[in-house]
């Protein structure tokens, strides 16, 4: 296991959101898997995270300094698989094997594929393990940070604020909570299932420091990360502002493709569309 440093990558961020959005829709219409909504409102978020934020490599994915990432909505799997093999972790000719019988590229995270750091798809798990990692780091005064990226949804549960109570009352400025805030659960608005706000307060009464965003902003993005901790001796949360389904018209604010599988004219569609964006 190599012990040398890892710089930030620099990447162009949009391509590599682009890229996802198009590998994401394909893997899904050709597997029969769902949740397209939910990958393509977290798309520009991995995008910039590995372009621009974590310091990971392809080479070394077992690197000792690297960062660590938990995708804790873990549904939106296909996403990060886009991205990982972008920056070369595995080949681009695998993802077309997403969802098929046998295969490593599951529906929900697999901790099988380089790079990933953990399976995770039951929701309100991923902060938990996340703020363990993070725990364990700073026991070891290590220099890795650990990010987490959630979805609103899951901060129904429990498990998401016992997490959170654990990261500020050990202080973890190592750890970075990411929301994914597109205010569309798998089954309705969360302000029909449960509404979230004040949000931002939340957070800030669990003792981390917050900071919102819009969430498909590269450079508002890359910005608002570019400078962690917030506060020394707390934990960071990002409140992105996203759009479910962003990149595809028919597709963004409806819970109809939380689990609709893009096919036929829709899929067709889908892809004249996102080939077209620059």
Request: glycine share 10%; charged share 20%; hydrophobic share 45%.
């Amino acid at each position: 296991m190599s012990s040398s440093v890892i710089v930030e990558p620099v990447l162009n961020a949009p391509a590599v959101a682009r890229a996802i959005r198009i590998h994401a829709l394909q893997m899904t219409s050709n597997g029969g898997a769902s949740h397209i909504g939910a990958i393509f409102s977290c798309a520009d978020i991995l995008a910039t995270l590995y372009s621009r934020i974590l310091r990971v490599d392809a080479d070394e994915p077992d690197n000792i300094n690297r960062d660590r990432f938990v995708l804790s909505k873990g549904h939106a799997a296909a996403g990060l698989y886009a991205v990982l093999a972008e920056l070369g972790f595995f080949p681009l000719e695998k993802l077309m094997t997403h969802y098929q019988d046998g295969a490593e590229l599951s529906g929900h995270v697999s901790h099988k594929i380089p790079g990933i750091e953990v399976s995770t798809g039951s929701l309100g798990h991923g902060l938990s393990i996340a703020a363990g990692m993070a725990y364990a780091g700073k026991l070891r005064a290590a220099e890795h940070r650990v990010f987490c990226v959630l979805s609103d949804g899951e901060c129904d549960e429990g498990s998401t604020w016992e997490a959170a109570m654990f990261g500020a009352h050990h202080k973890l400025s190592n750890l970075v909570a990411i929301v994914d805030y597109n205010r569309i659960q798998g089954i309705a608005p969360i302000s029909e299932v449960i509404e979230l706000e004040p949000f931002a307060d939340k957070w800030t009464a669990f003792g981390w420091e917050v900071r919102e965003v819009n969430g498909h902003d590269h450079e508002a993005l890359a910005g608002a990360l570019a400078r962690l901790p917030y506060v020394t001796g707390k934990p960071s949360c990002l409140i992105a502002h996203t759009t479910k389904g962003k990149g595809v018209s028919f597709m963004e604010n409806t819970v109809l493709w939380h689990y609709r599988i893009p096919r036929g004219a829709e899929f067709l569609g889908a892809l004249a569309e996102l080939e077209r964006q620059s």
